[in-house]
């Protein structure tokens, strides 16, 4: 009996304060709030076959479901992304399936729960260029007395390139508008090419000289 009271008694100071921190680390995980909420995160595309890009209306980006501790549930809008793989794949309709091995910069202490969009359908088509014969767009009249006499365009025609189904529909380009209102004389004027499809780009020089020529109109 001795002993153990003995036992008991013994170095009082180093139990009271291990009693002491035992409560606070017990304290400290108790009181850790769970929270779960909605990140939306950036789809990254890796690995595009060469010759090849995504066509129409595609999601950038994907609703992650997550569950943090409040203290580390700051985290920010594009810190987590969605990796897309491409490699290998073929022109086309494509359904992706998506999980959590495909979200990349996880923080720790942060658990992916779900993700909201479960496939990713995209589609994929070749890239195309042709050669476009471009026309001016001119607006007003010349002076009073005057006339248009000739209009060329320098280079002729340039080369576009994109989707092959959008780059096979355009025939021509115009120009973005030349001002002849109240002209007397020749006029150049160098001006932009005006692109109506956004996944249209120009190959190369991205302008062209318009060469307005006005003359006075021939008396009778």
């Known amino acids: 009996m001795s002993y153990l009271r003995s036992l008991v008694l013994r ?11 035992a409560f606070l680390l017990w304290a400290q995980i108790a009181g850790r709030e769970q929270v779960q909420r909605i990140i939306s995160a ?3 595309f890796t690995n595009m076959p060469p ?3 995504i066509t129409g209306d595609f999601p950038t980006k994907v609703d992650i479901v997550i569950r943090s501790e409040r203290p580390g549930s700051q985290i920010g809008e594009n810190e987590l992304a969605v990796i897309v793989d491409l490699g290998g794949a073929k022109p086309g309709a494509q359904t992706i ?10 923080p720790l202490g942060v ?9 990713l359908r995209i589609m994929l088509e070749r890239v195309e260029q042709r050669g476009i014969e471009v026309q001016a767009r001119l607006i007003g009249r010349p002076a009073p007395g005057f006339r ?5 365009v320098e280079p002729e025609a340039i080369r576009i390139m994109g989707p092959e189904s ?10 973005e508008p030349v001002n002849i209102d109240g002209v007397s004389t020749t006029t150049r004027r160098p001006v ?6 956004p996944p249209i780009r120009l190959v190369g020089r991205q302008d062209v000289a318009v060469t307005v020529a006005i003359a006075p109109v021939e008396k009778e």
């Open 11 to 21: 170095n009082p100071g180093l139990k009271v304060l291990s009693l002491i921190l």
């Open 42 to 44: 950036p789809i990254v």
């Open 51 to 53: 010759g090849l890009e």
């Open 97 to 106: 399936p998506l999980s959590e091995r495909n979200v990349v910069n996880k």
């Open 111 to 119: 658990e992916i729960v779900n993700l909201l969009t479960s496939r």
């Open 148 to 152: 248009i006499i000739g209009i060329t």
């Open 166 to 175: 959008r780059v096979r529909r355009i025939n021509s380009l115009v120009t």
């Open 192 to 197: 932009y090419v005006h692109l109506p499809d």
